[in-house]
Structure formats: structure tokens, C-alpha cells
């Protein structure tokens, strides 16, 4: 939905789609028009894991409006939503904190506007996410 109202706005807007390389199903899609053979490992992004439905209104929607689909790690997946706690006050889960985890990798992607969704997340697992990227941020 954001990415159809984008490029109506402003159809010369870039937009970036980014998932877990864990589970980099919609980027094999998009790169080599498979998900076969694609790996399923489990990510803190675990609400974006998956193989696409065969058939599913979301891939040719994303062909549309999606420019490029980046991959992150997990290690900036976490990073994420510790940077999003410790400078915003914010708690987003890991699907919602890869967006903030291609800005935070060094790729340096100047006027990117970055979305974050869902806070839906364990809170011993961000507790634990947090512990361990206190020395990192």
C-alpha cells in the first residue's frame, strides 16, 4: 500500500523493499524469478520469513512498485531495534526494524525515508537484543 501511493505521488521515487538474508524469498523472486531452493533460516524478522504464496496479488504488486530489494543481516536486524529503543523510545519487532537496518548498515542511502512498523515483539527477546547491543550503540 505505501509503495502504490509512493510512485502515485511521485512516480521517479526509488523505493526499496528490504528483507531478512535469512529468508531472502521475495528478493529471489524479484532477482531470478524463483523461490527455489531458496534457504529458511529463522530471523529476528520472522514475520517476513517464508516462501511467497504461489499465485499471491503480493509479487506482481511488488515487481510494480519496488525498485530494488536489499538484504540485512541479523546482526543489523538487531541493531535496529536496539537503535530504535535507545534513541526513540520505540519497541519494533524484527520485521518492522529492517527498513532501519538497511539506513544503519553503511550503505549510506541519502533522503531515505524509513518506515517502522510493528511493535509486536517478546519482550524477553528484545530485552536479550538489547543486552547484547548495549556495547555495540
Known amino acids: 500500500g505505501v509503495g502504490l501511493a509512493l510512485k502515485q505521488a511521485n512516480p521517479s521515487a526509488r523505493l526499496v523493499g528490504v528483507q531478512a538474508a535469512a529468508s531472502a524469498f521475495m528478493h529471489s523472486i524479484m532477482t531470478h524469478d524463483t523461490q527455489e531452493n531458496v534457504p529458511d533460516l529463522p530471523s529476528l524478522a520472522d514475520g517476513l520469513t517464508g516462501p511467497v504464496e504461489a ?3 503480493t509479487i506482481p504488486l511488488v515487481r510494480q512498485v519496488a525498485d530494488e530489494i536489499v538484504l540485512v543481516e541479523e546482526d543489523f536486524i538487531a541493531k ?3 537503535f530504535a529503543w535507545k534513541n526513540y523510545g520505540q519497541t519494533i519487532e524484527g520485521a ?3 527498513a532501519l537496518a538497511a539506513a544503519l548498515d553503511g550503505s ?3 533522503g531515505a525515508v524509513v518506515i517502522l512498523s510493528g511493535g509486536n515483539i517478546q519482550p524477553e527477546i528484545h530485552a536479550e537484543i538489547l543486552q547484547k547491543m548495549e556495547a555495540v550503540l
Request: proline residues 8%; positive net charge.
Open 80 to 82: 535496529a531495534v536496539a
Open 108 to 110: 549510506n542511502r541519502p
Open 55 to 57: 499465485g499471491s496479488i
Open 96 to 98: 518492522g526494524a529492517v
